[in-house]
């Protein structure tokens, strides 16, 4: 089981980006998922989550600049963020609360970060 992010990159200010991060392997059922970003000698925080039902909660930071969905068939989660400042910047990392195929529990996975960069 494994979570690939993907759509990160160099954006200016104001720019939009699109984030993707896909679940795949053996996986049985999927609750929540999130997004979280951690900036050069800062603690990573969680910019926002997004229940199995679609329930959003987002950090105040971003509330109103970007967007949490999913879409459960092809197990993938999505962060659309307009508005980008330079206070963004960060390596945005995706995790999911998974069961996988003959466990017995759920269990938090993490993908591999991927770097958004806003700067003119």
């Known amino acids: 089981v494994q979570l690939q992010a993907s759509g990160g990159g160099l954006v200016q200010p104001g720019g939009s980006l699109r984030l993707s991060c896909a679940a795949s392997?053996?996986?049985?059922?999927?609750?929540?998922m999130a997004w979280y970003r951690q900036a050069p000698g800062k603690q990573r925080e969680l910019v926002a989550d997004?229940?199995?039902?679609?329930?959003?909660n987002y950090a105040d930071s971003v509330k109103g600049r970007f967007t949490i969905s999913r879409d459960n068939a092809k197990k993938t989660v999505y962060l659309q963020m307009n508005s980008l400042k330079p206070e963004d910047t960060a390596v945005y990392y995706c995790s999911g609360d998974l069961l996988e195929n003959r466990a017995t529990r759920f269990q938090v996975y993490w993908g591999k970060g991927t770097q958004v960069t806003v700067s003119s």
């Open positions: 392997g053996s996986i049985a059922g999927i609750r929540g």
């Open positions: 997004i229940s199995s039902g679609g329930r959003t």
